[in-house]
């Protein structure tokens, strides 16, 4: 049954930047509705969190498993942001080890990851609840409208409001909109909706509006890392060498070791059921390939756990895998951005009434959260001036 909502703001995008734009954005207009749309089951993007059904006790993040504020330059509005999520207790500094692995399999601590520069966080709980916490901090009369597994298709700009259509036919218009992710804007889009046209470009026609005209432009020229991403349920009686006890600990592969092995980095999880689980990230494209052409996923999985050991074959804190682990695939389609960066300046279309944020933004947090917050506060301020 197809159906049509209206709103006064709506957001495409669940990840961690529409969640810190809509808490702000509640927090500071009380009569607004918003909605938020999103393609996934639930909130966090690239932050959220694998909870398995089948398996009692699992969480994984099988995204970014904590994340780095570096804010090199002092960025007053970012830093009370940091000050609150601390003082609501939503996140804590990350003390957990972080291992970098040289060619010849030593750990180094020099920490010269893009992943580890400035001060870690550590979400209190799961990366996906930490993004459904910071929603809830300003959503106390559930002013906002969620519509979870809602893809959109096409976006039309007429007599001022925006129409967007969903796969499933439904309609939703808005006085303003906010996009949070960029595949609406993106070349990305034609293969992945089976379009002709890129959304945003077939709602605002070539030489409309300069900003959008120079943001789709920029975007033409931006990459993104694919990604697969593998979760390792691992057995009961599975454990470090050591007695580590912290829930996180990191290994960092040096590009010759991430050839070598296909892995970029590996994250061991405390879990709530006592067990250890395990996520590897790989950006190989190689690696990535072989995947896609596999014709037994089994095969390639004891691949993984092959690799996984003869890495760890000599490590004075990591265990061996046995070839019966359960592991869990992901590709990620919501890729990291790379490249070329988009302007702040681009952020909002008064003529249109439309704003973008996330980390595809230009800022030392290009490609990590910390850009996502930092153009989400950017973005609700700039909002607020359009709207009020």
Same mark, same amino acid.
């Given at each position: 049954? #197809?159906?049509?909502?209206?709103?006064?703001?709506?957001?495409?995008?669940?990840?961690?930047?529409?969640?810190?734009?809509?808490?702000?954005? %509640?927090?500071?207009?009380?009569?607004?509705? @918003?909605?938020?749309?999103?393609?996934?089951?639930?909130?966090?993007?690239?932050?959220?969190?694998?909870?398995?059904?089948?398996?009692?006790?699992?969480?994984?993040?099988?995204?970014?498993?904590?994340?780095?504020?570096?804010?090199?330059?002092?960025? %007053?509005?970012? *830093?009370?942001?940091?000050?609150?999520?601390?003082?609501?207790?939503? @996140?804590?500094?990350?003390?957990?080890?972080?291992?970098?692995? $040289?060619?010849?399999?030593?750990?180094?601590?020099? +920490? @010269?990851?893009?992943?580890?520069?400035?001060?870690?966080? %550590?979400?209190?709980?799961?990366?996906?609840?930490?993004?459904?916490?910071?929603?809830?901090?300003?959503?106390?009369?559930?002013?906002?409208?969620?519509?979870?597994?809602?893809?959109?298709?096409?976006?039309?700009?007429?007599?001022?409001?925006?129409?967007?259509?969903? +796969? $499933?036919?439904?309609?939703?218009?808005?006085?303003?909109?906010?996009?949070?992710?960029?595949?609406?804007?993106? +070349?990305?889009?034609?293969?992945?909706?089976?379009?002709?046209?890129?959304? %945003?470009?077939?709602?605002?026609?070539?030489?409309?509006?300069? =900003?959008?005209?120079?943001?789709? =432009?920029?975007?033409?020229?931006?990459?993104?890392?694919?990604?697969?991403?593998?979760?390792?349920?691992?057995?009961?009686?599975?454990?470090?060498?050591?007695?580590?006890?912290? #829930?996180?600990?990191?290994?960092?592969? =040096?590009?010759?070791?991430?050839?070598?092995?296909?892995?970029?980095?590996?994250?061991?999880?405390?879990?709530?059921?006592? +067990?250890?689980?395990?996520?590897?990230?790989?950006?190989?494209?190689?690696?990535?390939?072989?995947?896609?052409?596999? *014709?037994?996923?089994?095969?390639?999985?004891?691949?993984?756990?092959?690799?996984?050991?003869?890495?760890?074959?000599?490590?004075?804190?990591? $265990?061996?895998?046995?070839?019966?682990?359960?592991?869990?695939?992901?590709?990620?389609?919501?890729?990291?951005?790379?490249?070329?960066?988009?302007?702040?300046?681009?952020?909002?279309?008064?003529?249109?009434?439309?704003?973008?944020?996330?980390?595809?933004?230009?800022?030392?947090?290009?490609?990590?959260?910390?850009?996502?917050?930092?153009?989400?506060? @950017?973005?609700?301020?700039?909002?607020?001036?359009?709207?009020?």
């Amino acid at each position: 049954m #197809k159906t049509d909502f209206t709103y006064d703001l709506l957001i495409i995008g669940g990840g961690i930047s529409a969640c810190v734009f809509a808490s702000k954005y %509640l927090k500071n207009n009380t009569t607004k509705k @918003i909605a938020l749309v999103e393609i996934g089951r639930g909130l966090g993007g690239r932050s959220s969190t694998r909870i398995s059904k089948g398996l009692k006790g699992w969480k994984l993040n099988h995204g970014a498993p904590n994340f780095n504020i570096s804010n090199i330059k002092n960025n %007053l509005l970012l *830093k009370s942001y940091i000050d609150e999520l601390l003082e609501n207790k939503f @996140i804590v500094i990350d003390d957990c080890d972080s291992f970098f692995l $040289n060619q010849d399999l030593n750990s180094e601590t020099q +920490k @010269i990851s893009k992943f580890s520069c400035g001060v870690n966080y %550590l979400s209190l709980d799961s990366m996906s609840q930490l993004s459904q916490k910071i929603i809830e901090s300003n959503n106390l009369k559930r002013r906002i409208d969620f519509y979870f597994q809602t893809l959109i298709v096409d976006l039309k700009f007429n007599y001022n409001e925006w129409v967007l259509t969903s +796969k $499933n036919g439904d309609k939703f218009t808005s006085k303003y909109l906010i996009c949070s992710t960029n595949l609406l804007l993106h +070349k990305r889009s034609l293969n992945i909706l089976n379009t002709n046209q890129i959304p %945003l470009r077939k709602a605002i026609p070539l030489n409309c509006d300069k =900003k959008i005209d120079l943001l789709l =432009k920029t975007l033409d020229n931006q990459s993104f890392i694919p990604r697969l991403t593998f979760l390792i349920y691992t057995n009961e009686n599975y454990s470090y060498k050591d007695f580590y006890s912290k #829930k996180q600990r990191y290994f960092y592969l =040096k590009k010759d070791l991430e050839k070598k092995f296909r892995f970029e980095r590996i994250i061991f999880q405390q879990q709530d059921n006592n +067990k250890l689980g395990i996520v590897i990230h790989s950006k190989n494209i190689e690696f990535i390939n072989s995947y896609l052409k596999a *014709k037994d996923e089994e095969v390639f999985k004891q691949k993984i756990i092959a690799n996984f050991n003869k890495l760890f074959e000599d490590n004075s804190v990591v $265990n061996k895998l046995t070839f019966d682990e359960k592991i869990s695939i992901m590709q990620w389609r919501a890729s990291q951005p790379s490249g070329i960066a988009v302007p702040l300046s681009l952020q909002v279309s008064r003529k249109y009434r439309i704003g973008f944020c996330g980390d595809w933004f230009e800022g030392d947090g290009f490609g990590r959260i910390e850009g996502s917050i930092l153009s989400a506060l @950017i973005l609700e301020r700039k909002i607020n001036d359009l709207i009020n």
